[in-house]
């Protein structure tokens, strides 16, 4: 299995808190890879080491078999490191279509720019609101124009640090069939949940942190029946939607 990330060994501690300690995990090229784990369990700070927000302590962090710790965030954007964020902040007085368009001219001529947008726009189903301000949009499309937005970027890997918090049932369901959407373009997802049904419907493997160690990783539904971890969620407060 051909391995589009390969974290080694991350180390973050921020003061006395050992947000993530010794964690090594690989996701392959292709999959829908969940990484769950109770709050605080160090999901969002592994994020931001492989997207470059914060630097490790020590590790490595292979993308495509070459070491990136060294590299900015926008240079890890370029080379098709993508996330979401737990609670995206969209340009208020952009459009849905102009937030989206923004992005892509990074990459684009203007001519080219409108096209890749408007494709976006279409495949994240925003198209029919894409002359709303971005701040006016309802929490669970903010989610998806935070998404659109990623796909201008043309990524091979999308983290989404906690894109179903939040929304209802049926809101949910449309959601995971957005992930598969995009995970069917040919882009990897790392899929960052505490909602376990929507990671039992997305992943078949699973990555779980507990106390910023990884505590088990498998088969989604295999891992969810250990002890250990299930003992963690209680602890962590976990409730299923
Ligand atoms: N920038 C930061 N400064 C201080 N502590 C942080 C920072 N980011 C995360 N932490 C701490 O690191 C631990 C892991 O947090 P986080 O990665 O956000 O967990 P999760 O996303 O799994 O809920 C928590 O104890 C959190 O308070
Ligand atoms: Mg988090």
Request: hydrophobic share 40%; net charge neutral.
């Amino acid at each position: 299995m051909e391995k589009i990330l390969d974290i080694k060994n991350l180390d973050k501690s921020f003061g006395g808190i050992h947000a993530v300690n010794n964690v090594s995990f690989a996701v392959n090229k292709g999959e829908i890879l969940g990484l769950i784990g109770p709050n605080g369990s160090g999901k969002s700070t592994c994020v931001n080491l492989i997207s470059g927000v914060y630097k490790p302590d020590s590790g490595e962090i292979l993308y495509n078999e070459k070491d990136i710790v060294g590299m900015t965030v926008p240079d890890r954007a370029n080379i098709g490191i993508g996330r979401t964020f737990q609670s995206p902040k969209p340009f208020s007085n952009l459009t849905v279509f102009e937030s989206v368009l923004t992005i892509a001219l990074l990459h684009n001529s203007m001519a080219k720019a409108k096209v890749k947008a408007n494709e976006i726009l279409e495949l994240t189903e925003l198209n029919n609101v894409a002359e709303i301000k971005s701040g006016k949009l309802p929490i669970e499309k903010r989610k998806w124009l935070d998404l659109a937005r990623i796909l201008a970027i043309n990524p091979q890997v999308i983290m989404m640090d906690e894109v179903m918090a939040g929304l209802n049932p049926s809101e949910m369901e449309e959601s995971i069939k957005l992930v598969k959407k995009v995970n069917k373009q040919g882009i990897t997802v790392v899929f960052i949940e505490h909602v376990m049904t929507a990671v039992i419907k997305l992943c078949n493997r699973v990555i779980v942190l507990n106390e910023g160690t990884v505590l088990s990783q498998g088969n989604a539904k295999e891992v969810m029946k250990e002890e250990a971890v299930i003992k963690a969620y209680l602890g962590g407060g976990y409730k299923d939607a």
